[in-house]
């Protein structure tokens, strides 16, 4: 299975007169079939890291490589298509669509092959993640956070990629949502063989991962 | 879900918005439609004018006693003449009135003939007072008038002025051999001369009617000048007599200010009597190929077209002077409308771009929907605008057009041309859209 490899990323940003480093020469790995936490606290980079882990941006030093191959080489827009999906704190699920259409407007975009009968496979990924017919063809406005939160993993499923990051994902529900959510990721990397890398600053959601990784200073520290 | 399909949720989830940009997609394109079809109208409506229209007989005191007057059947219908490739456009000449009669000169005694005949048919005048003519070349003596119309069938007639075959001792019916051209050739050119034989098939009197002395001497003074009865009578004299009874068909090819480029023809024929109508109707269906679908008639005017054109004309003033201005304003004001609600839309465009969408695809996106607008306005528009035009052509008596595509198509690449440009600002705003600021 394909690896997700950090080889020497920097990354500085201007904080007033000063240039922050939040990334310091990072060299990390991250395997298929394991959940990951990346911990700490707020304003340490975790998000910055997972933006660029994820495609949305490019660090000023080092390399990404999936499978391989440099991302930036491959094309962000198409590595976002094709091979990652990330899940916000905020859900990010158009609004004005139902449930089941932004999971088929993901599935449209994706260069990936789908089975023909994608719609159907868009509801039984909704009701993978306990979102059941009714709701699936609900405006997602309609759905309470948790469950906007479930359509967002679904979507990030519904593509067939094997990276999904998340960036905060239980930050906006209650206890109960969150450990379900969290439940949630666990199976799809440890049953569904995905390499699901989650950001958090909670030690309760990030004791449920395979590995933790805490970053500090820009720099990271397994645990 | 492809980006038509995503454009068409989004047209139908905001409704309110689609409404607004429908609003003004309806008027404009209203706008557009009435513009092209008024312009197709006047085209039209002149075309059928020729058609169908009523055909005046005009009836002139300057003929000759025993003709009572002329028809001149115009033949535009361009675009059949065409299509039907019935006349070989090859022989067609390029003609402008004073080309469809030419003159030379010769002096008296002198039988030659000049370069340009045609192999038609010709005929000579004779001018009685050179040194009174103000023409300068009648001054000469004899004057050779040829016409390529007259004679089609029998290009070796011709046609002499009395006086003529008084001083050369000839007669109806009698040959004589002229120096001419064997092909006809531009005016210009200096062809090679043969000679040919030429029967005489009729004579002129070179004595005008008191008719046309009447008439010349009423133009002269109208117009301001001194009364020239040394060519006019003579010509009118001869040709119009001999010409009597048939008809004769011109045609022509160059450019039309309403058909562009085009090939017409037209026939002409002098009235012994009003019986002569319905033969002139039968002749020009013989030459043309096409049925005649006129009414001919005598106290006709042709006001009543007129008037519906000068309607047509007046709507297209006034729409040609609003209606750019127009457009320029609802492009305006649909670019900002959709720069506004595409701020409204950046996190819908973020969550695209952290899908991995191209921006060519959400540009699309973004055309499609206003494309979708666009097309139901114009369904809309098209027949609000078709019947309103219908309505006005019943009461102003111009043409009612019927349901027609060439304006629809013109519209909607009008309509297109729009949404291409108030896209434009939107889509270099979606451009720089920075998803991570956005979503994270």
Not at chain 2, 362 to 384: G, K, N, R
Not at chain 2, 404 to 427: E, F, K, N, R, W
Request: aromatic content about 10%.
């Amino acid at each position: 299975m394909e690896k997700l490899e950090v080889k020497g990323l920097s990354h500085q940003f201007r904080d007033g007169e000063k240039l922050r480093t939040v990334l310091d020469q990072i060299d990390l790995i991250f395997e298929p079939g394991k959940l990951y936490a990346i911990l700490g606290y707020s304003g340490s980079g975790k998000t910055t890291l997972v933006s660029f882990l994820s495609g949305l941006d490019k660090a000023d030093k080092g390399t990404i490589e999936y499978d391989g191959i440099n991302i930036e080489t491959y094309g962000l827009d198409k590595y976002r298509r094709n091979k990652s999906s990330i899940v916000f704190q905020q859900y990010n699920l158009i609004e004005f669509q139902t449930a089941h259409q932004n999971l088929m407007t993901a599935m449209g975009i994706t260069d990936n092959e789908l089975p023909p009968n994608s719609s159907d496979i868009a509801y039984n990924l909704l009701d993978f993640v306990g979102i059941g017919k009714t709701k699936a063809d609900r405006k997602v406005k309609m759905l309470s956070g948790g469950e906007q939160q479930r359509v967002a993993i679904a979507r990030s499923l519904a593509t067939n990629v094997d990276l999904v990051f998340a960036d905060e994902p239980t930050g906006n529900l209650d206890s109960e949502s969150e450990r379900e959510i969290i439940k949630l990721f666990k199976t799809l990397a440890n049953q569904y063989n995905k390499c699901v890398i989650l950001v958090t600053h909670s030690d309760q959601v990030a004791s449920s991962a395979d590995k933790i990784l805490r970053i500090n200073d820009g720099k990271i520290n397994y645990e | 879900m492809n980006y038509f399909k995503r454009a068409l949720i989004h047209v139908k989830a905001n409704l309110g918005k689609s409404l607004l940009i429908f609003i003004i997609f309806l008027v404009t394109m209203g706008a557009v439609s009435t513009a092209f079809m008024t312009s197709r109208m006047y085209n039209k409506t002149l075309e059928q004018t020729f058609k169908d229209g009523t055909v005046p007989v005009y009836v002139r005191n300057s003929y000759p006693d025993d003709l009572i007057g002329n028809i001149t059947y115009n033949w535009n219908d361009y675009q059949e003449i065409s299509s039907q490739q019935k006349f070989d456009i090859a022989e067609l000449e390029e003609v402008e009135s004073s080309d469809i009669s030419m003159y030379s000169s010769l002096k008296p005694g002198q039988l030659t003939m000049p370069n340009e005949m045609l192999d038609y048919g010709l005929s000579i005048n004779y001018v009685k007072d050179p040194e009174q003519s103000v023409s300068e070349e009648n001054k000469e003596a004899y004057q050779f008038n040829y016409d390529k119309e007259l004679f089609k069938n029998n290009p070796q007639s011709i046609i002499l002025n009395d006086l003529i075959l008084d001083e050369n001792n000839l007669e109806v019916g009698d040959t004589i051999v002229l120096d001419i051209n064997s092909d006809y050739s531009e005016v210009e050119s200096i062809p090679e001369l043969e000679e040919q034989e030429f029967t005489i098939v009729g004579s002129y009197s070179a004595e005008p009617t008191q008719a046309m002395i009447d008439n010349e001497n009423a133009n002269a003074e109208e117009y301001g000048f001194e009364p020239d009865l040394t060519f006019s009578y003579l010509y009118t004299n001869a040709y119009i007599p001999l010409s009597a009874g048939k008809s004769y068909l011109k045609y022509y090819e160059g450019v039309d200010q309403q058909n562009g480029e085009a090939i017409g023809a037209s026939a002409t024929y002098y009235l012994k009597s009003l019986d002569d109508v319905s033969k002139f109707k039968t002749d020009v269906e013989a030459l043309t190929g096409t049925q005649v679908e006129v009414e001919f008639d005598l106290n006709s005017e042709e006001s009543e077209t007129a008037e519906g054109l000068s309607v047509i004309i007046g709507i297209q003033s006034i729409l040609n002077y609003f209606l750019l201005f127009g457009v320029v304003v609802v492009i305006v004001l649909l670019t900002i409308l959709i720069t506004l609600f595409i701020r409204g839309r950046k996190k819908e465009i973020g969550i695209m771009v952290a899908l991995g969408e191209t921006k060519r695809n959400i540009y699309f996106q973004l055309v499609f929907e206003q494309v979708i607008i666009m097309s139901l306005a114009t369904i809309l528009a098209y027949p609000i605008c078709l019947v309103i035009l219908t309505v006005l052509s019943s009461k102003f008596g111009f043409l009612a057009l019927g349901l027609t595509i060439v304006p629809l198509i013109q519209s909607v690449i009008v309509g297109v041309i729009i949404i291409g440009l108030i896209t434009l600002i939107p889509a270099i705003y979606t451009l720089r859209l920075q998803p991570k600021k956005i979503l994270l």
